[in-house]
């Protein structure tokens, strides 16, 4: 005996067990009462059977495997073009984490689907029931603990090794590249012609398969099978239905269940209220999600309806009106003979490759590839060569799509899409669905019927162009008003405004948009969850803005804003407003100091351009904000972490507003005692507190100018000048009048600070210009031009303003009786001036006199006007 | 010899293959498409041959498959890719297992010729007989043509437009007319199964660009870098032990050094796709082949100048020495390769062979600098 026997024979009693385990589940599975029909997603050749089994059996109940509580959203299948998906939704949650929020489960659904016949059947047909049976949307999420919130897709069927080595091994020896490709070419190609039996017992073998070989447990999915049979059985129970007439539609991997005949004490749901609806889907969306090859669902599609022709069978539509014969019945052929002989192939189909070939290069020339009808014989060709080269008697369109990459594909790609996309687009493209006007929500309802006067079609997916002239049709204006609040809510390709826009004191005459609200229909349907009018959803999201507690100051002006803008309500905003001062007088940064400034000065240049009298929150923020910055001050000037800027900002404030807060009641001193208390390090910072300390008039204009000298001549202190002098810029910011001095500052910096200093900085100074200070720098730059000489002439004699003598001030004129004789005798003056050097002045008022005299009609016309 | 070709080098594997093969052939090929691909790609139980066929060439099976299809029509395959992809030993491979001879090359340079690609005369021959048959020297590409079998084009794109453009006639009228010789005698069609396999390199694009007229004759397969880690492994481990037999050096090969190769360059190839200018990223391509460079040096190396075990620090300087091509910003690339990412690494895995190899970069880096 070797002494490997026992081995061997431990090894053969497992893989006998193994499988004899496959065939008992298959077997098994084809003894239950309610007849189980498996299914796997996107599987045309499930959708064939299916159509075939609902004609030939007429089930009068069908358990779908698909979340019970979208049983209502079925209804709303018939207004809708396919593909489209189910969703539930969730964004007040209790019981879940509070960071999964918000909770979304999809589950899209194809033509081609089985589950989609069966739907489509039950609800044409009188008399015949579906029941969703498989766990609820809540249930999903209390079972499957997931760290990320977004999209869940649900699928019915999904049907894939979950052991990537065994996935591998088979895409290996089957000479495929991905997973939807070996599904095609080795049980959906070999099953589109099987009879319904041989058709059950391969997919519950698979089914069974790829269960067996799961690495993690399955010990969810035997729950969720626990779910389903205990709903069967109680619905069988409730209504006395006959096991006989009914089919249970699920998939694959739960068709081989070991639980059938288990109870599960099923759990209440928690206290998430889920919202319910119909969002519109595509091919891509569902491959992405499902992470199948790009381009799989739509050839599913293409061979679902060239099977159907194929076959002579009508599909089940919802709204159709057509009644299919039933399907001529297929020969038996069960499952060992089916799993020990050849697949029949359909023959190779010449027309159709031809007109693909035909058809590709066509499209390429469109997109700019040099193809021609040489090219599409080549595809041809290879196409064939491929396919026989990797076993096939006929080319797939997985082959054709490689020969046409061979073929046509050169070395750069001339337009936007290359031939691999093409050929995707070509065998179907990307089918995207619509939900119809009556199942949307009653938000997108309102939503279209408001825009309803602009007399465009919105569901169409293409941009539709909006032209509003305001002035000539008042009665659009709720129309522009709606487009704005949508272009504040929905992502930014769905509304976008090509002219006009909507900012406070401002009023546009004429707008016009491009709208693609059809191609963002999931949007604005998911809009619909929160709220019934498009008004409260964005007073919710500002609300929620505001109360959130990351909320700053600058955060909540900006909802009043929008308030203002988009809502109107005074008590809204007056709410919001109230928030900003909660939230400013709660801060302990003023790293929004900027922002603030900016958006108050708005608001309360708004206010006084529109209303005789400021709101009351809006004197409460200036009363507040004065006192609170100078609270902040001293340290804001000390600390580290405190940028130039917004000290800056702050001193803005104090100084812009001051006015106002002090009718309001404050008190300079604060300022001036937080000024005093300031002592920062920091260069900038400095230069900013020297200007604080003028505006307070505790400096005067030749003591700062004197500190500049100072800073210029020390050689020890050179090399921080361009700190002090960006200070300088910020310091426009709160001192508009300071514009001149800035203007001395740099010119005097450029003249005076070796090159080594000044040539490093210069870049950073406009960079740090532009990012910090954009609406600076037009002051500077105005002010600049007041003070240069415009023309290169000029440059040489140019004295700047500020080494002019201050003799610009105009000497009284001396009176008495010298100066009376000069005035009697110019030539005297005007002789010492040559002699000085100066040029002799003309008497103007001669030559104008003379002028006159000898045109005296000016002189009347002048007369004539002023009278 | 240094070097035996393919057909040379796997003539046993390739006589069996034969021998086997049933399948319809298209041509004069010596092997059916099917069984071109098991050569290339190696065999699988599936294939249900009784000896095993090792993997020559490492990559995505459909470029393979979309290659030899090509061949079989009447276009001519050009291979396109980074350098130090495998294009012309994929294109060697593929010469061999079709027509015995892969051998029949023009390598495209600024100065090859029209007489290159077509022919050429013996001037002592010509001026003894005048020109005829015998004095004429046939170029590869036609002594292709008049076997039937693939001529290799290798680097298309370098040589220039005029060259290139020669090519045209002969991928679409199939022959060469030789205006010298007497009337009836001055076309040299080409046989069935003669195709050209030309190879080019991406980076040279627009230095010679190919002309639509060019491009519409060839089938362009590209060929991309490796950037599966297992898949690079294996090419790596193949082509060193090809080398290390061809030198008969007896040398292990340890796996934490190969990983280390393999890690070092996908870290560099990660820095080089984020950087922003070409200052910020090697000049050196990063493909397989350097990598394959970088190991045979350090083996080279060891074997020759140190005690036979390949060692971290060698490997080190062998990746320092071949990557480092300009002064100084490939130098400081490197420098701050391994000290921002070498050296924490190094700290994390104590004791490991890290710590040997950025010792054996920095002392490289030093010498160099």
């Known amino acids: 005996m070797s002494p490997f026997d026992p081995l061997r024979e431990q090894l053969a009693s497992a893989a006998e067990t193994f499988g004899a385990g496959l065939i008992d589940d298959v077997e098994q599975a084809l003894r239950t009462d309610v007849e189980i029909f498996p299914v796997c997603h996107h599987s045309p050749a499930s959708g064939l059977a299916m159509v075939r089994r609902l004609r030939e059996k007429q089930p009068k109940v069908i358990y779908l495997e698909l979340c019970e509580d979208l049983r209502p959203v079925l209804d709303e299948l018939h207004n809708c073009k396919l593909p489209v998906a189910l969703q539930a939704f969730a964004t007040d949650i209790d019981g879940f984490p509070k960071e999964w929020a918000p909770l979304s489960v999809v589950a899209p659904i194809t033509e081609s689907s089985a589950e989609y016949q069966a739907i489509a059947y039950a609800l044409e047909t009188p008399g015949v029931e579906i029941v969703l049976v498989d766990r609820s949307v809540d249930h999903v999420f209390q079972w499957e603990p997931r760290a990320e919130s977004a999209d869940v897709g649900i699928e019915i069927g999904d049907l894939r090794p979950g052991f990537a080595a065994l996935e591998e091994h088979l895409l290996h020896h089957g000479k495929v590249r991905h997973w939807s490709e070996w599904w095609d070419q080795y049980v959906e190609q070999p099953l589109s012609g099987a009879d319904y039996e041989t058709y059950r017992q391969v997919m519950v073998l698979i089914g069974s398969l790829f269960r067996r070989l799961k690495p993690t447990g399955n010990e969810v999915d035997e729950d969720r099978e626990r779910y389903m ?361 003023v790293d929004d100091a900027p922002d603030v400034l900016r958006r108050i000065r708005r608001l309360l240049a708004h206010y006084r351009a529109t209303e005789p009298e400021l709101p009351e929150w809006a004197k409460a923020f200036v009363t507040t904000g004065y006192a609170h910055y100078c609270t902040l001050l001293p340290t804001a000037f000390v600390e580290e972490e405190t940028g130039v800027r917004q000290v800056g900002a702050m001193l803005g404030f104090l100084f812009t507003m001051e006015s106002l807060a002090l009718s309001l009641g404050c008190d300079r001193a604060q300022l001036e005692l937080a000024v005093q208390q300031s002592h920062p390090t920091v260069p900038a910072k400095v230069a900013l507190l020297w200007t604080a300390r003028y505006q307070l008039g505790l400096l005067t204009m030749a003591e700062l100018r004197e500190l500049v000298g100072e800073l210029l001549g020390s050689p020890l202190v050179v090399p921080s000048v361009p700190q002090y002098v960006s200070g300088f810029v910020q310091a426009l910011e709160s001192a508009p009048a300071l514009a001149p001095f800035v203007v001395e500052v740099l010119s005097r910096a450029f003249g005076q600070l070796p090159d080594d200093v000044l040539l490093p900085w210069l870049p950073k100074l406009i960079t740090a210009l532009r990012e910090q200070a954009p609406e600076l720098v037009p002051v500077l730059v105005r002010e600049a031009e007041r003070t240069f000489p415009a023309r290169l002439g000029d440059v040489d004699s140019f004295t700047p303003p500020w080494l002019a003598k201050p003799s610009s001030r105009r000497a009284v004129a001396a009176s008495g009786p010298v100066s009376e004789l000069l005035a009697a005798h110019p030539a005297t003056g005007a002789a010492v001036g040559e002699l000085l050097g100066c040029e002799p002045v003309a008497d103007l008022n001669a030559e104008i006199g003379a002028l006159l005299a000898a045109y005296p009609e000016t002189g009347v016309a002048v007369a004539g006007i002023l009278a | 010899m240094l070097r035996a070709p393919a057909e040379i080098k796997f003539a046993e594997e390739l006589d069996y293959l034969e021998s086997i093969d049933t399948s319809p052939k298209p041509f004069s090929w010596r092997l059916s498409p099917r069984m071109v691909r098991i050569f290339v790609l190696g065999s699988d139980r599936a294939d249900g041959l009784d000896r095993e066929i090792p993997q020559k060439w490492f990559g995505d099976r459909s470029f393979v498959e979309r290659s030899i299809v090509t061949l079989a029509s009447d276009r001519g395959l050009l291979l396109i890719g980074d350098p130090g992809t495998g294009k012309s030993w994929l294109a060697e491979l593929l010469a061999a297992a079709i027509s015995r001879n892969s ?267």
């Open chain 1, 229 to 589: 049979w205990t709903r069967m059985r109680e619905h069988l129970a409730a209504t006395g239905a006959d096991p006989a007439d009914c089919l249970y539609v699920c998939g694959a991997f739960h068709a081989a269940s070991p639980v059938m005949d288990e109870h599960l004490d099923i759990s209440p749901r928690t206290k998430t209220s889920w919202l319910y609806g119909l969002i519109p889907s595509s091919h891509s969306a569902i491959e992405t999600q499902f992470g199948l090859a790009p381009g799989s669902v739509s050839i599913a599609a293409a061979t679902w309806d060239k099977s159907l022709k194929r076959h002579g069978l009508a599909s089940y539509q919802l709204g159709s009106k057509r009644k299919g014969k039933a399907p001529a019945p297929v020969e038996s052929q069960g499952l060992h003979a089916f799993l020990t002989q050849p697949p029949v192939l359909d023959g190779f189909d010449e027309a159709e490759l031809l007109g693909w070939c035909v058809e590709i290069v066509r499209l390429a020339r469109r997109n700019g590839y040099l193809a021609s009808t040489a090219d599409a014989i080549a595809v041809f060709e290879t196409s064939i060569l491929l396919a026989g080269m990797r076993n096939r008697k006929r080319p797939t369109p997985y082959d054709f799509q490689d020969a046409a990459v061979t073929c046509i594909e050169k070395d750069v790609v001339p337009g936007r899409r290359d031939v691999r996309r093409l050929v995707e687009i070509m065998l179907g493209g990307d089918k995207v669905g619509q939900v119809g006007y009556d199942s949307l929500p009653p938000l997108a309802r309102d939503v279209l019927d408001r825009l309803k006067p602009l007399g465009l079609d919105l569901e169409k997916r293409t941009i539709q162009r909006a032209l509003i002239d305001l002035d000539a049709h008042p009665e659009l204006e709720p129309c522009s008003h709606l487009l704005w609040i949508l272009r504040r809510l929905l992502p930014d390709d769905a509304v976008r405004p090509i002219m006009g826009s909507r900012r406070l004191g401002e009023r546009s005459h004429q707008e016009s948009w491009d709208l693609s609200i059809g191609r963002n229909q999931r949007s604005i349907i998911e809009l619909g969850y929160e709220g019934v009018t498009i008004e409260q959803v964005l007073e919710q999201r500002l609300r929620r803005a505001v109360w959130d507690p990351k909320a700053t100051a600058s955060v909540a002006l900006d909802a009043v804003e929008d308030s203002i803008l988009y809502l109107g309500s005074r008590r809204f905003t007056d709410e919001l407003g109230a928030r900003a001062i909660q939230l400013l007088s709660g801060e302990r940064t």
């Open chain 2, 103 to 369: 051998t029949l090359v023009v390598q495209g340079t600024a100065g090859t010729t029209e007489d290159h690609i077509k022919y050429s005369w013996n001037v002592s021959m010509v001026i003894a007989k005048g020109q005829s048959k015998e004095s004429m020297i046939p170029s590869p590409i036609m002594t292709a043509m008049e076997r039937g079998v693939i001529g290799r084009f290798e680097e298309l794109t370098r040589s220039t437009s005029d060259v290139q453009d020669a090519l045209i006639s002969i991928l679409s009228e199939k022959y060469v007319s030789i205006p010298e010789l007497p009337d009836d005698d001055n076309i040299v069609f080409a046989q069935p199964g003669f195709s050209i396999i030309a190879t080019a390199n991406s980076r040279d694009r627009g230095v010679n660009d190919l002309s639509s007229a060019l491009k519409r004759r060839f089938n362009f397969v590209r060929i991309p870098v490796v950037t599966n880690k297992k898949s690079e492994a294996e090419i790596v481990r193949f082509r060193t032990e090809e080398l290390l037999r061809r030198h008969q050096i007896e040398l292990e090969l340890p796996p934490t050094l190969l990983d280390i190769l393999l890690q070092s360059f996908a870290d560099l190839r990660a820095a080089a796709a984020s950087a922003t200018s070409d200052d910020e990223k090697l000049e050196s391509a990063l493909s397989t082949a350097e990598q394959i460079g970088v190991l045979e040096d350090a083996i080279l190396h060891s074997q020759f100048f140190g005690d036979s075990t390949l060692k971290a620090a060698t490997l080190a300087s062998s990746l320092v020495g071949s990557l480092a091509r300009r002064s100084p910003e490939d130098l400081a690339i490197l420098n701050k390769y391994l000290h921002g990412v070498i050296e924490p690494r190094s700290k994390k895995d104590e004791g490991g062979p890290w710590k040997e190899f950025l010792d054996g970069g920095r002392e490289a880096i030093s010498t160099l600098s």
